[in-house]
């Protein structure tokens, strides 16, 4: 009859100790995915943007990207530079809207004629 104390304060003890590493293995886990991503992958993320909606503007009819640059921050996006007519204004601002991952545009574009 005096194993069974002992038995209950062993089983106690492993309760506590499995609850415990339970307790540090979710904490470990947690740890990377609350992670604030670093600078360079926020440039990297950035510069991908950046690309895409390059492309995008590339890709659209009745658009000319000549003189077009585009900078991202973050989701949002600065189109800047110039366009031969007030139409394409528009459609730069909407090409660049449509693209996954932009959250809002900026359109700095001004009115050039080509060749000026």
């Known amino acids: 009859m005096k194993a069974f104390p002992a038995i209950k304060v062993i089983g106690g003890a492993l309760i506590v100790l499995a609850s415990i590493n339970a307790y540090a293995q979710t904490a470990d ?8 991503p670093t600078a360079k992958q926020t440039k990297q993320a950035n510069r ?9 503007l590339a890709k659209t009819k009745g658009l000319s990207v000549s003189n077009i640059t585009v900078r991202a921050r973050g ?11 007030s ?15 932009v959250t809002s545009v900026k359109n700095a574009l001004t009115i050039r004629a080509e060749g000026q």
């Open 29 to 36: 886990a947690a740890s990377p995915a609350s992670a604030a």
């Open 48 to 56: 991908a943007l950046q690309r895409k909606v390059r492309s995008t």
């Open 75 to 85: 989701g949002d996006v600065t189109l800047a530079g110039s366009v031969p007519e």
């Open 87 to 101: 139409a394409q204004l528009d459609i730069a601002t909407n090409a660049a809207k449509s693209v996954a991952g």
